[in-house]
């Protein structure tokens, strides 16, 4: 059987899998629809918030990237995996104890104001639309690139599969489907990494083996080799930046404070019965995602060497192109990789310099990992399975962000409270069928802006979301319209300066014009200080929050009777 | 409320506040302290193969992480027995 059999195989295979788990937790009643029953096992739990993190991008791009980037990497290793210590210690167990189904409800009960409640649901469905037309497009380049269906008819694939589960089981059935995506794609990532760092090193483990030195008999380790190869072909040292440190610090702290802060994540720990569950199973999270995100710097530094010496040979004069291995005419094809001969000499060579010949997509440092390393054509397919797995698994917790946005917290806690569990859930499946409709379209016709702006979501979840919870739970008598102004300020200092650096004058994008020399990557820790301090001043000014909303706050700081998540 | 009195409830939030400080304060120093600020002084060690303030940004930081989740896990749970308001 050829890669391509091979692949439709085990793609279909998983395909089946994840059918099975739909038909199996098909919801019953809005409260299994939004938080799954309120009965998910913590460690289950974990399992399933690490998948629907772990995006095709991270999947795909974040070791590639990071081998580019060398040091300044670490910006997403830590900015991402961070995140989850100030979830598990400051958000998710009282947002446990306080019991809905949402964010929009919590923002919207502790504030005691149906506009903090809007200004929530848009924040909400802004951060989670430009995040699911991200992933749609995703999956359609993992199903092109993979099984050579075109991007429309991969991401119609992909919309089919989404669909089936999600409308129908709900949370339910996005839970335990991220399950099994999350155990295919751990399995998808590791196996070519432990072959790799075999191969590099003699060392199974990746993390290990980053770490230790070269079986090619010099001695060397292969970080001291590769920062000797960076700077012999006039790239930055590979273990030292080229961002300013207050840039990483701000960049860092923006992405760890957003990925708090983001809607999909926080509602997973609603799903869970118990407090005690909650705090656990942030940490279960936190452990399963480490195991991809220590991993991916090693492949990051192996695949950079491998390359390197692959192109430029082992004497760094260059590689005849003739004698090229076969993966890096697979991967010409598809456009990952180029080569133009400009000296004439025949020979390939990669640099930072004017001696540069090559052109290399970071994406093909997991995607040809497999082929590199020589490992059999099934371990191929899964990768491929693992990609799309990471695709789907995110767009589905999107999505039913999404859908309960519209309508829970939209339609039965603002414009139609009379309705039914059964005319709500019949809501809520519309909403993530139409939902699923527009990510689909974002997806095929991707606007310029999509790739650009998903990074910015945790900028913008950072400065307006964060805030108004910590606050809500650390100070109990902190008011409704201080909050609302502190998000609208935080959230619109945020989005300003993005839209003028990204969009109105991109040419001024440079260090030298930024505020303190932040970055907009980074200026939504800037966006969460105002947003803290506009909320502290006008505090001062306005008053504390009625007496029954301080009991409340008092009520979600301890376990016990935690309860069920409320129906309302 | 199940406290035994409002000075038992007051003395829970503090001592969960006083674990949280010092968690975060770990949190903070191995990942911006070690991986970003103090990131060329620690590379001048040597940690095995790797740079030691290169390490803790792209590897040590990440298991502290997980293993503060995990102290603050067994500490609340201690806790909230001491004060009997853990759930069963």
């Known amino acids: 059987m050829g890669i391509q059999g091979m692949t439709f195989l085990i793609v279909g295979l998983t395909f089946l899998l994840y059918m099975g788990i739909a038909i199996w937790a098909r919801a019953g009643s809005t409260k299994e629809f939004y938080v799954a029953g309120g009965g998910v096992h913590p460690v289950m739990n974990g399992m399933a918030t690490a998948a629907d993190w772990m995006s095709a991008a991270s999947f795909i791009s974040m070791a590639g990237l990071i081998s580019f980037m060398g040091y300044d990497g670490s910006v997403y290793l830590l900015g991402w995996t961070g995140g989850y210590v100030l979830l598990a210690l400051c958000l998710a167990p009282y947002l446990r104890k306080f019991g809905k189904f949402t964010v929009p409800d919590f923002i919207g009960d502790r504030y005691y104001s149906q506009t903090a409640r809007t200004v929530a649901v848009i924040c909400a469905l802004f951060v989670s639309f430009t995040y699911i037309a991200g992933q749609m497009r995703g999956v359609g380049v993992v199903f092109s690139r993979f099984l050579e269906v075109d991007i429309t008819m991969g991401v119609i694939i992909g919309i089919a599969i989404v669909f089936f589960y999600s409308v129908l089981g709900g949370m339910k059935g996005i839970t335990y489907t991220q399950v099994a995506q999350y155990c295919v794609m751990i399995f998808a990532y590791l196996v070519p990494a432990i072959f790799i760092s075999i191969i590099m090193t003699g060392h199974v483990f990746p993390q290990l083996g980053f770490g230790a030195t070269m079986t090619d008999g010099s001695g060397t380790f292969l970080l001291d080799k590769l920062d000797g190869l960076s700077t012999e072909l006039g790239f930055t040292e590979y273990t030292d930046g080229s961002k300013s440190t207050i840039d990483v610090f701000f960049i860092t702290a923006a992405l760890m404070v957003g990925t708090a802060g983001l809607p999909h994540v926080i509602v997973r720990f609603f799903t869970v019965p118990k407090v005690r569950d909650a705090r656990k199973s942030a940490g279960w999270a936190l452990l399963f995602i480490a195991l991809v995100y220590t991993t991916a710097p090693a492949i990051s530094a192996f695949s950079r060497v491998n390359m390197i010496e692959t192109i430029n040979g082992q004497d760094q004069s260059g590689t005849p192109y003739a004698e090229a291995p076969s993966w890096i005419k697979n991967w010409e094809q598809t456009g990952l990789i180029g080569w133009e001969d400009k000296n004439g000499d025949g020979k390939m060579f990669y640099s930072g310099d004017e001696r540069n010949e090559m052109k290399v997509d970071r994406d093909i440092m997991v995607l040809a990992n497999p082929e590199i390393a020589d490992l059999p054509i099934w371990v191929i397919a899964l990768v491929a399975a693992g990609g799309v797995a990471a695709a789907l698994s995110t767009s589905a917790g999107l999505l039913l962000v999404i859908s309960t946005s519209v309508s829970h917290d939209l339609l039965k806690r603002n414009l139609m409270p009379h309705i039914s569990d059964k005319q709500e859930l019949l809501y809520a499946r519309i909403a993530a069928a139409t939902a699923l409709c527009i990510a689909g379209y974002l997806g095929v016709n991707p606007p310029g802006f999509v790739a650009q702006v998903v990074a910015f979501a945790f900028g913008l979840a950072a400065s307006s979301f964060f805030p108004a919870i910590i606050l809500g739970i650390f100070h109990k008598r902190m008011s409704s319209k201080p909050a609302v102004l502190g998000m609208i300020s935080g959230i619109v200092f945020t989005a300003t300066y993005i839209i003028y650096f990204k969009f109105v004058n991109p040419a001024a994008n440079k260090p030298e014009n930024w505020f303190f020399g932040i970055s907009p990557e980074g200026i939504g820790t800037l966006g969460m200080i105002v947003n803290f301090l506009v909320a502290f001043v006008t505090y001062k000014i306005m008053g504390e929050a009625p007496q029954e909303i301080q009991d409340m706050v008092e009520s979600i700081r301890y376990p016990k009777g935690a309860g069920e998540a409320h129906d309302h | ?88």
């Open chain 2, 1 to 88: 409320m199940a406290f035994q009195s409002e000075e038992q409830k007051a003395a829970y939030w503090r001592r969960n506040m006083g674990l949280l400080g010092k968690l975060l304060t770990v949190w903070f120093v191995v990942s911006y302290g070690f991986g970003i600020l103090l990131v060329d002084v620690l590379n001048e060690i040597r940690f095995f193969g790797f740079q030691l303030g290169f390490w803790f940004a792209q590897q040590g930081a990440i298991y502290v992480f997980v293993i503060l989740i995990f102290i603050y896990v067994k500490k609340m749970n201690d806790l909230d027995k001491e004060f009997g308001v853990d759930e069963e």
